[in-house]
C-alpha cells in the first residue's frame, strides 16, 4: 500500500514538473529568460503561453486547465498573487508553485509575454464586428 502511494506521488510529481527549455521564444540572454525556463517547467502542464512554448493540457474540457495566457493579460502584482495563493480561486492551482526570487522572475515574465492574443472587449452599446456599411 505504501509503494503504491509513492509510486503515484512521484508520478503526480514527474507530471507537474512540465517542459524544459524546448519551444522558448525568449533567448538565453533575455532577462527574461530564467522566468520563461521556470514557467516552462512548472506551469506548462496547465497554461498555455507562446513565449514559454507551452499548450497546457491536451484535454480543454478539465477541470485542471489553466488560462490561456496568451489570451489574457496579467499584471505582475496578479500573477504574483496567484503564484502565492494557488490561482484566484484556491482550488486547483497549488499554492507556491515557485517562491521567493523565482515567483517575481514568473510574474515579471508572465506580466510581460501574457495577452498576446487579447481582444479588447466591447463597451457596453457597442459592436464586437464591423460595422456595418
Excluded at 509513492?6 to 527549455?21: F, K, N, Q, T
Excluded at 533567448?27 to 503561453?49: E, I, P, R, W
Excluded at 491536451?58 to 505582475?76: F, I
Amino acid at each position: 500500500m505504501i509503494l503504491i502511494a509513492a509510486v503515484v506521488a512521484a508520478a503526480l510529481g514527474i507530471s507537474a514538473c512540465g517542459y524544459g527549455e524546448e519551444g522558448l521564444a525568449v533567448k538565453s540572454d533575455n532577462a527574461d529568460y530564467n522566468g520563461a525556463v521556470l514557467f516552462a517547467q512548472h506551469c506548462s502542464g496547465c497554461h498555455t503561453l507562446s513565449a514559454a512554448g507551452t499548450q497546457g493540457s491536451g484535454n480543454r474540457g478539465q477541470r485542471t486547465q489553466g488560462p490561456n495566457l496568451n489570451q489574457r493579460e496579467e499584471s505582475e502584482n496578479d500573477v504574483l498573487f496567484a503564484i502565492q495563493n494557488g490561482g484566484f480561486s484556491g482550488a486547483i492551482m497549488p499554492q507556491n508553485i515557485v517562491v521567493g526570487k523565482e515567483a517575481e522572475e514568473v510574474a515579471k515574465f508572465v506580466a510581460k509575454y501574457a495577452g498576446v492574443d487579447a481582444k479588447e472587449s466591447p463597451r457596453p452599446g457597442e459592436e464586437t464586428g464591423p460595422a456595418e456599411p
